[in-house]
């Protein structure tokens, strides 16, 4: 079965992953969002760009996903929230992960999930 994911991930010609993520866009921190503000049509824009990957969030897979067609990139999902981000840091740090990861990642058809690990004081 890893093969068969792996197999949407890279391009058969050059072994490689182009990964576009996508999934900052909530973080709460505006200036991230300069260019993805309509998310719909950005997802639009990097289909047609052909990547092998577009990483987004549980909110944000739809968009992807309900492009009909084979003709698209995988979708990597990324399983976790955090506030880390942004030029001053909150009070209180966090990076948490959503629920029930690898069942929202199978119901979505994602080629596979990406986990960040923080190493955050407290």
């Excluded at 944000?60 to 981000?85: C, F, H, M, S, W």
């Amino acid at each position: 079965m890893k093969t068969f994911r792996l197999n949407r991930l890279f391009n058969a010609e050059s072994k490689r992953c182009l990964d576009v993520a996508v999934d900052h866009g909530f973080f709460n921190e505006l200036s991230f969002l300069s260019g993805i503000e309509d998310l719909a049509q950005a997802v639009h824009t990097l289909v047609k760009a052909n990547p092998d990957a577009i990483q987004l969030t549980i909110g944000q897979a739809e968009l992807l996903q309900r492009i009909p067609g084979k003709a698209k990139p995988a979708l990597v999902l990324r399983t976790d929230v955090a506030n880390v981000y942004g030029r001053e840091l909150p009070r209180t740090l966090f990076s948490r992960m959503i629920e029930e990861p690898i069942e929202q990642a199978i119901r979505l058809d994602a080629a596979c999930v990406v986990v960040n690990l923080f190493r955050i004081p407290g």
